[in-house]
């Protein structure tokens, strides 16, 4: 009986700060059909994680199967939702990234790092764009499309290597075209008439309700390495492996926090209390760290009791354990820390969104009811 041993040729992890920089356990990571296909033609193991996944590639030799990689499209990976809030606690994103029309696509095509979650890490996305930016409209294997009336070749293209995948003619006068791709695999291609860029699009039979993105890893090899930067390639020209680990890194919606603080005893007056929130640094406490709230100058009444609004003055990221980020302390104006009454205050929670009423453009706020 022979044993094969494994080595990692690459890592997909997906972290979100609404976990704290973990894992994001809201989304699940699996090959696409083609993906399983290609992991098998190669001797390949794909192994899921929370929120990503890792490849593992035979080392026998001979044969070495890497040395043979010569593949021009990417390993693809879905991207599934398994928490259907996942967009109410991760950044905002414009209305024209619908989700029913479009996917959050990432690959590992541009050398992209920073230090992120407190590590340096090669990313799938730009840190300081919207993830927006990410989204790609999605077609079906067989679609139909109106083209420009000037006639001419039309060519879809794989992205990287700019490799023709499909051809065809379009005839002059224009008119709408049925395009059937079903032998191409799932994943993102441009599609042009001549040299006109007419289309880039995911192709998927999967509706876009169904999936929340997608990640393709060129994995290098004879036919891709030379496209791809150093840092971004598993493989180089001749299959020699070197393992690498991709991050997609995700935002927490920011939102100002409102907190209702209300008596229930009707005993209490916090009219002369201010409400500190401190940002914890590597355990300790600075005052340029401070969040600042500001009360309302008249109360509103909830539920037939009084309240006392405290509003931030800056938008703060939802969290999953923000205790482990915040002190949030009511005490006396004046008084310094002598008299402070520090209170466990909950944490602003997705299911709390509200706008804010008389903002342009509209802004989120979440409302936080205390009773104390």
């Keep these: ?6 080595a990692a040729l690459f890592r997909m992890e997906c972290l979100h700060e609404y976990f704290g920089g973990g894992g994001c356990r809201s989304l699940a990571l699996s090959p696409t059909e083609e993906c399983r296909t290609l992991l ?31 593949e021009s499209v990417p390993f693809t990976f879905k991207l599934t939702s398994i928490d259907v809030a996942i967009a109410s606690y991760t950044e905002s994103v414009p209305n024209e990234a619908a989700p029913s029309e479009s996917v959050f696509y990432f690959d590992n095509t541009i050398d992209q790092q920073a230090d992120v979650f407190g590590s340096r890490r090669q990313l799938l996305r730009n840190p300081n764009s919207s993830l927006a930016g990410s989204a790609v409209r999605v077609k079906p294997k ?10 001419g070749t039309l060519n879809v293209i794989e992205p990287l290597t700019g490799q023709i995948l499909w051809q065809s ?14 032998r191409l695999p799932e994943g993102r291609y441009n599609l042009k008439l001549e040299s ?9 039979d999967r509706r876009p309700t169904q999936q929340w993105g997608a990640i393709s890893i060129y994995a290098g090899g004879s036919r891709q390495a030379q496209h791809l930067p150093a840092n971004c390639r598993p493989l180089d020209e001749g299959g020699v492996a070197t393992p690498r680990t ?44 401070e969040i600042s709230f500001m009360r309302w100058p008249d109360t509103v009444p909830v539920d037939g009791r009084t309240a006392w609004v405290f509003e931030s003055q800056t938008r703060m990221p939802l969290l999953r354990s923000p205790s482990s980020d915040f002190w949030l302390t009511l005490r006396p104006n004046g008084n310094g820390r002598r008299g402070e009454r520090a209170i466990r205050l909950p944490y602003a929670q997705s299911a709390s969104l509200a706008f804010k009423d008389a903002t342009e453009p509209r802004q989120f706020c979440s409302e936080v009811f205390v009773y104390v």
């Design 196 to 204: 006109q860029q007419l289309l880039t699009f995911y192709l998927s």
């Design 1 to 6: 009986m022979t044993t094969v041993q494994y």
């Design 142 to 151: 067989i679609f139909q499309l109106n083209l420009p009336p000037t006639g």
């Design 169 to 182: 003619t379009a005839a002059t006068g224009g008119a709408s075209r049925l395009f059937d791709l079903r």
């Design 246 to 289: 991709f991050t997609l890194t995700l935002e927490s919606r920011r939102t100002i926090w409102r907190y209702y603080v209300i008596d229930s005893t009707g005993k209490q007056d916090f009219g002369t209390y201010e409400l500190i929130g401190t940002l914890r640094k590597s355990g300790e406490a600075s005052a340029s760290s």
């Design 40 to 70: 098998e033609r190669y001797r390949m193991v794909f192994r899921q994680s929370t929120g990503g996944g890792s490849v593992y590639a035979p080392l026998q030799s001979p044969p070495d199967v890497l040395r043979q990689f010569d």
